[in-house]
C-alpha cells in the first residue's frame, strides 16, 4: 500500500504570494499516476492536475504539477483569494488502494 | 455537460444496511472506470472502491472490505455501493467519482449517519 504524506499540514500565506505543496509517497508511484485536487468547504474536491503535471481541464496556468517517483509538488503561483482552500494528492492506476494525502490546508494570512 | 447525481444517503442505525446510486449522464458511462470516496465529518478523503468499465474488476478499501459491494448498471447508467453492517466509523459524506485518470467528475455527496 503506497502512503502519502504532504506537507506543510496548514500554509499561511497572501494573496499575491507562490504556493508550494509537497507530496511525498512510500514508495515509488508507477507512470506519474499522481493527482492533485482543490476542496472548498461543503463542496465537492475538484481535479487540478493529473499525471503529476497535467492540468485538467478549466484550471487556470497559476496551478501547476511535477515530480516523479515519489516526490511531487503543487505550485500555485500569484495567489488570488478563491485559491484559499485544502488540497489533497492521490495516486491511482494500477495499485490499489488508490489513497489520498492527509490534505494541506491553505489559509490566507 | 458530464453529470452525477447522487440518491440514497440517510439516517441508520448501527448494524444496517443502506444502498447508495449515482446516476451518471453527459458521457458514455460504460467506457469509464468509477469510484467511490468518503469525507468522515472534519476529516480528510478516503478512496474506499473502484470498479471497472464492465464491472469485471473490483476493488475495496481494508476498511470496507467484506461489507460494502460496489456494482455498476451500464444500460440505466449508475453506480450502486451497497453498504451492510454499517459502523458508526462509516459516518461520512459519500461521494461517487469518474476515475480516469484521477477523478475528473464527482457526485454532490450523500451523507450516511451511522448511529445506535
Known amino acids: 500500500e503506497i502512503i502519502l504524506t504532504q506537507s506543510p499540514g496548514t500554509l499561511s500565506l497572501s494573496p499575491g504570494e507562490r504556493a508550494t505543496l509537497s507530496c511525498r509517497a512510500s514508495q515509488t508511484i508507477s507512470n506519474n499516476y499522481l493527482a492533485w485536487y482543490q476542496q472548498k468547504p461543503g463542496q465537492a474536491p475538484r481535479l487540478l492536475v493529473y499525471g503529476a503535471s497535467s492540468r485538467a481541464p478549466g484550471i487556470p496556468d497559476r496551478f501547476s504539477g511535477r515530480g516523479s517517483g515519489t516526490d511531487f509538488t503543487l505550485t500555485i503561483t500569484r495567489l488570488v483569494p478563491e485559491d484559499f482552500a485544502v488540497y489533497y494528492c492521490q495516486h491511482y492506476g494500477n495499485s490499489p488502494p488508490f489513497s489520498f494525502g492527509q490534505g494541506t490546508r491553505l489559509d490566507i494570512k | 455537460q458530464v453529470q452525477l447525481v447522487q440518491s440514497g444517503g440517510g439516517l441508520v442505525k448501527t448494524g444496517g444496511s443502506l444502498r447508495l446510486s449515482c446516476a451518471a449522464s453527459g458521457f458514455t458511462f460504460s467506457d469509464y472506470f468509477m469510484s467511490w470516496i468518503r469525507q468522515a465529518p472534519g476529516q480528510g478523503l478516503e478512496w474506499i472502491s473502484y470498479?471497472?468499465?464492465?464491472?469485471?474488476?473490483?476493488y475495496y478499501a481494508d476498511s470496507v472490505k467484506g461489507r460494502f459491494t460496489i456494482s455498476r448498471d451500464n444500460a440505466k447508467n449508475s453506480l450502486y455501493l451497497q453498504m451492510n453492517s454499517l459502523r458508526a466509523e462509516d459516518t461520512a459524506v459519500y461521494y461517487c467519482g469518474r476515475h480516469p485518470s484521477g477523478i475528473d467528475y464527482w457526485g454532490q455527496g450523500a451523507l450516511v449517519t451511522v448511529s445506535s
Open positions: 470498479i471497472s468499465s464492465s464491472g469485471g474488476t473490483r
